[in-house]
Nanobody
Framework: QVQLVESGGGLVQPGNSLRLSCAASGPSLNHYSFGWFRQAEGKEREGVSC????????YYADSVKGRFTISRDNAKNTVYLQMNSLKPEDTAVYYC????????????WGQGTQVTVSS
């Protein structure tokens, strides 16, 4: 069982930055890829960014490319999402996700952290 706890959300003015953290606990975390999703009010959950387990390849949604950076610190079992040049449309609940694909698929979600970008 993997547990994920997000932190770092809050209220920020447009153009400013926030860094989200996802603290993971559980077995074999190095075998998991991690991702960030977000869900704005009244909208479906969408993928924002992810980082692979082994070679740390990264993926970004077009809407955040060049502004957000995902990273992982395996020693601390923590995944980060650095968000720069924030826009009002980035307002959403941000969720951390962990996935391991093998003979079985393991799939876990955090509880979410609210990010509000407003002047």
């Amino acid at each position: 069982q993997v547990q994920l706890v997000e932190s770092g959300g809050g209220l920020v003015q447009p153009g400013n930055s926030l860094r989200l953290s996802c603290a993971a606990s559980g077995p074999s975390l190095n075998h998991y890829s991690f991702g960030w999703f977000r869900q704005a009010e009244g909208k479906e959950r969408e993928g924002v960014s992810c980082i692979s387990a082994s070679d740390r390849r990264t993926y970004y949604a077009d809407s955040v490319k060049g502004r957000f950076t995902i990273s992982r610190d395996n020693a601390k079992n923590t995944v980060y999402l650095q968000m720069n040049s924030l826009k009002p449309e980035d307002t959403a609940v941000y969720y951390c996700h962990a996935k391991r694909v093998g003979p079985l698929i393991y799939d876990y979600w955090g509880q979410g952290t609210q990010v509000t970008v407003s002047s």
